[in-house]
């Protein structure tokens, strides 16, 4: 599958983009659940298929319908908050003065029903996710996100496979906008998340796997692009003949969403990693990610010298127990420990009198050269030469044996 933003070519989803507009066009909008039109209108617009018309109707309809108005303004902030934001949004552009109706309301119920410690009744997570965009500086706000950062490290860290994947997604925009979310927080969130995934690419359900390939892609789009590459490749292959899922609007915009979200990062990964060259702190993508891209990606062989990261070769041994056809080379010096590894023939283990520093040769085409600092192994102190050139390659892994 192509994953490209540049629709100068046939989109890879254009059936699901046509069964939108459809759907969306010939059912009255007040027939249709307010998250999945504004999920629908946000997803065509992401994909480049603005609706104005549509657009236009439905803002008639909430100046016009007072009780439609009203119920979304209650109902729809704590059932799906970035349903809810999407609107605010779609307002700034079409109607300002409704925009201050619908952020007053949520700003007025979250400083009615806050407790002392923060906590916000009814859905605390969603009024703190619509707070940060509408209201930053506002107590309310700083008190809530204080709340929501205390669940986060109390709760949500500790247990990330337990919490629901849509609230997962939250806490990762959320945290992520404040800068709370630190690489070790990221990573280990999304290590926790991606161990879940089947072998069919799966994250649960279909829903779990929208919102946590979108997770996913919050947390290291880079380093967990296989997974967020086989999580979409699942939902692809649930699509029916229409290009839906489950003729469900609401789910099939939200896959929509999520693949416009990741399919820009993903595009710039692999044609970086089809690429030659030098990689360093000052990349665009993170050195850490691309690391684990790289690893992710080996099919042959992975030669490791003197790296000592006991990190680094359990990430290597979890490849090489994926991919049949990986083999691992070890090579350390009379100076350094001998690396203590399960038996297995596709593991061959060399001593060498030469103290070299830490590197890595991943199938003779990504060479990395790690820090002496072993604990920074993933860090931005990484090096990263890629060799897409064959020749070069083969004469670097002959320095190699």
């Known amino acids: ?150 669940v986060f490290e109390e709760k949500v860290l500790k247990t990330t496979e337990k919490i629901k994947p849509k609230e997962v997604l939250l806490y990762t925009k959320i945290l992520g906008t404040i800068g709370f979310l630190t690489h070790e927080r990221a990573s280990i969130m999304s290590q926790t998340l991606a161990k879940n995934q089947k072998a069919d690419g799966s994250l649960g359900d279909i829903e779990d796997t929208i919102y946590t390939f979108r997770s996913l892609a919050v947390l290291d789009s880079v380093g967990h692009s296989e997974n967020i590459k086989r999580a979409i490749e699942f939902i692809k292959s649930k699509l029916d003949q229409k290009g839906s899922i489950d003729k469900d609007i609401r789910l099939t915009s939200l896959f929509l969403i999520g693949w416009s979200e990741v399919s820009q990062v993903l595009s710039h990964l692999n044609q970086l990693l089809e690429s030659t060259e030098v990689i360093t702190s000052k990349a665009k993508l993170p050195v850490k990610g691309i690391i684990e891209a790289s690893l992710r990606k080996a099919q042959n062989q992975i030669i490791m010298i003197n790296v000592t990261s006991k990190r680094f070769l359990e990430t290597v041994l979890e490849q090489l127990s994926l991919k049949n056809t990986l083999s691992l080379v070890l090579v350390y010096s009379s100076k350094t420990a001998k690396p203590e590894v399960p038996q297995n023939e596709r593991i061959k283990i060399k001593q060498i009198d030469a103290q070299v520093i830490p590197l890595v040769l991943i199938d003779k085409r990504t060479l990395l050269i790690l820090p002496q600092d072993q604990d920074s192994v993933f860090s931005e102190k990484c090096v990263i030469l890629l060799i897409n050139n064959q020749e070069l390659g083969k004469k670097l892994s002959m320095l190699f044996d």
């Open 1 to 150: 599958m192509n994953y490209t933003a540049n629709w100068s070519i046939q989109h890879p989803f254009e059936s699901s983009l046509r069964w939108l507009e459809e759907q969306i066009s010939q059912k009255n909008i007040q027939k249709i659940n307010m998250d999945a039109l504004l999920f629908a209108l946000k997803a065509l617009r992401l994909n480049g298929r603005d609706k104005p018309e549509m657009i236009s109707t439905l803002f008639n309809t909430l100046r016009e319908d007072l009780n439609f108005k009203l119920k979304t303004m209650i109902d729809l902030p704590q059932k799906d908050p970035e349903a809810y934001l999407s609107l605010l949004e779609l307002s700034h552009e079409h109607d300002i003065k409704l925009e201050s109706e619908l952020s007053n309301s949520v700003l007025d119920d979250a400083k009615r029903l806050q407790l002392p410690d923060g906590a916000i009744l009814g859905n605390h997570l969603a009024f703190t996710y619509i707070l940060i965009h509408i209201a930053p500086s506002e107590n309310v706000t700083k008190l809530a996100l204080e709340y929501a950062k205390k």
